[in-house]
């Protein structure tokens, strides 16, 4: 798959044909819209994904700090799962939010030569929005675009959004966001310096940097963790450590991601872990010492395995490592 930041380069694509958005989190009306273009034929015009970064929301309305679901590097490594040709990352600025939606189809999509594109029925561009999906498709005809509608779905009389998907995993509601997903809830991120209170304390666990992915509440979790194509039983712990920082530990802005892969011995450091969840095993809690702290990671782990390899997880697994 290749990548391209901005329009440089962009006449290595074939013919494109494209979907636009933002697709923060790829719940299945997200993967609707790219299926359609993955779909399509003839088969020798490139695949792509137009998407932006950062959030526009972020820069648009700095003062709310919303959480992403995913990152930029997530999200790229689902698309490439998908079978995606390419994706197109445009920078998203001062200078794009205040295109005209015609400038934006003049100086983004027809510079790229695509001459055909899908958009989800809710898709807004240009200058305070005034673009919606009517007006692209009335444009695009007059640059000789033709723009496709892909209409939303629907759960729980719900159209399914990333504000709704965003709101169950923060809130734990981790069931209802997986069927939205058709996968399990994740996290990705690279694996920073620690402590080493787990190598001392015998269990040694990789802290995880998640770019500022929104996570799960605080608490211990059983998870699948795909580090380079390959499968590990793991537990998370996600929380603010209690036991080490007293009354001091919710202080903290974030939360610690550290996690533990089972049977595994090698080293993690600045490598990328894409950890799933499947089971809350328990809530955050503060204990007397690091020996009954031991003591309880200890559990957690048996529990974790237990839980992991039942029939059913496996299954859940292979329809995420599966994405088309």
Known sequence: MKIFYGSKNVELL????????????????????IRRVL???????????????????????PEKELPRIMSLEH????????????????????????MTPENFIEKEIKKMGVKTVYVGENFHFGRGKAGDVNSFREIGKRYGVDVRIVYSIKRRGKVISSTWLRNLISKGNLEIAEKLLRRPVSVYGEVVKGESRGRELGVPTANIDPHHEVSPPPGVYAVKVDFDGAL??????????????????????????????????????KKSLEIFFIKLLRKEKRFTDGDAL?????????????YLNRKNIITRIKKYKNLK
């Not at 074939?14 to 997200?30: K, M, S, Y």
């Not at 080490?244 to 595994?264: M, T, W």
């Open 14 to 33: 074939r013919n494109p044909v494209a979907c636009i958005g933002i697709f923060d989190g790829i719940h299945l009306g997200h993967r609707k819209v």
């Open 39 to 61: 779909n399509y034929s003839p088969k020798e015009r490139d695949r792509i994904i137009i998407t932006f970064d950062p959030h526009p929301e972020t820069v648009l309305r």
């Open 75 to 98: 999200r790229i490594s689902i698309f490439e799962k998908m079978g995606v040709d390419a994706v197109v990352v445009i920078h998203f600025s001062d200078y794009i939010a205040m």
């Open 232 to 269: 590990y039983d793991g537990v998370v712990n996600i929380g603010f450590k209690p036991t080490f920082y007293g009354k001091n530990a919710n202080e903290r802005r974030e939360p610690h991601v550290e996690v533990h892969l089972i049977g595994f011995s090698g080293d993690l450091y």
């Open 294 to 306: 031991l003591k309880q990671m200890r559990s957690d782990i048996q529990n974790a395995y237990k």
